[in-house]
């Protein structure tokens, strides 16, 4: 076991899944490199991310290789997890309690170049973010949305009478690694059931792999069935299940 530092090293591991590991492979960018600390154990991988707080812990790889590195981490209080099962257990028995703990999938596009919608979805740019924090301000904000995101050109709306009614984007975009993961799909609450969900997501998808983008992934949680139907429909597909949750270990006396 030890720390990674290698980026080609790292890459392949990756690589092995590259769906799962979406999201730590973006991190190769040199923008969130420096933010990064790597554990290697035979053919698995575990990313500490600090530009959070907590830490977000990631983990890839064969239960055997992957649980000793888990002695590495119990070092942090409190970490943001997406682990799979296996994982979540053993954070259990380290100590950890688990709260806001959702059961999710991840789901990955199988490739082909999806139909773009006609006329209606029209892309946003950082000029539309006061439209889109409006569209939230319901309070359903999406999870892990800036509105610098909207920088990325990958972000999509629906305006109706002027307004802005469903918006979908991407959490995160790497060129370099040519992975992104679709994200931040809303759609205001007194427009639902229209397909206006299905069609920004569309968008999104098509302006993806008209860049290029090889790997296009999202995740959804394990009880939203309608969300999983639809994202069936624009061509992706199950990967597997997988936990999210805050994962923090009891105080102790004089902490």
Request: with cysteine; net charge neutral.
């Amino acid at each position: 076991m030890q720390q990674l530092e290698d980026v080609s090293r790292i890459r392949r591991l990756l690589n092995t899944d590259r769906v799962w590991c979406g999201y730590a492979l973006a991190d190769l960018d040199p923008e969130y490199w420096p933010h990064t600390e790597w554990h290697g154990n035979g053919e698995a991988v575990a990313l500490l991310y600090h530009a959070v707080s907590p830490p977000f812990l990631f983990t890839h790889g064969p239960d055997a290789d992957l649980l000793p590195i888990l002695d590495v981490v119990v070092r942090y209080p409190a970490l943001l997890i997406s682990v799979g099962e296996r994982v979540a257990v053993e954070l259990e028995a380290r100590g950890y309690g688990l709260t806001n703990r959702k059961r999710m999938l991840r789901m990955g596009h199988r490739g082909a170049e999806p139909a773009m919608p006609r006329g209606a979805c029209v892309p946003l740019s950082m000029e539309h973010a006061s439209a889109v924090q409006a569209l939230h301000a319901e309070g359903e904000t999406p999870d892990f949305f800036l509105p610098s995101m909207l920088a990325s050109r990958t972000y999509f709306g629906i305006f109706e009478e002027g307004a802005l009614v469903a918006t979908a984007g991407t959490h995160i975009v790497s060129d370099r690694e040519s992975v992104a993961a679709v994200g931040n799909v809303y759609v205001k609450r007194t427009r639902r059931g229209h397909g206006l969900g299905k069609a920004v997501t569309s968008a999104v998808t098509g302006s993806l792999r008209k860049r290029g983008i090889q790997t296009i992934l999202l995740s959804v949680e394990e009880g939203n069935i309608a969300a999983q139907r639809a994202y069936l429909r624009l061509g992706f597909e199950l990967h597997m299940p997988f936990v999210q949750a805050l994962a923090a270990r009891p105080s102790e006396p004089g902490d």
